[in-house]
């Protein structure tokens, strides 16, 4: 079992950057892949960056690449996802996701991962 606790979220104004943080508890922090999902009301949860297991494999959706970076620090048991470059459309609740079966690959199929987090606001103004 894994809890994530994402935080780090809030309002900026575009062209900001904010860096979002999510927590995991348990010892086999490790063994799973993380993912960055968002959300906006009335839309579908989308893909935003994932990272394998040992941070050598990265995944990123189009609409983020060369603006966001993922990152995990296992010694903190941590995940980050760095935005730069913020934009009017990046603005959703952003959720933070692991998957142990999915540990090798930075897999970017939101069923792959079993774990959730609650989920952190972020709100980018014009």
């Known amino acids: 079992q894994v809890q994530l606790v994402e935080s780090g979220g809030g309002l900026v104004q575009a062209g900001g950057s904010l860096r979002l943080s999510c927590a995991a508890s348990g010892r086999t922090f490790s063994s799973y892949a993380m993912g960055w999902f968002r959300q906006d009301p009335g839309k579908d949860r989308e893909f935003v960056a994932a990272i394998n297991w040992s941070g050598a494999d990265t995944n990123y959706a189009d609409s983020v690449k060369g603006r966001f970076t993922i990152s995990r620090d296992g010694a903190k048991n941590t995940v980050y996802l760095q935005m730069n470059s913020l934009k009017p459309e990046d603005t959703a609740v952003y959720y933070c996701?692991?998957?142990?079966?999915?540990?090798?690959?930075?897999?970017?199929?939101?069923?792959?991962?079993?774990?959730w987090g609650q989920g952190t606001q972020v709100t980018v103004s014009s």
């Open positions: 996701a692991a998957s142990r079966r999915m540990m090798v690959v930075a897999t970017r199929v939101d069923y792959e991962y079993e774990y």
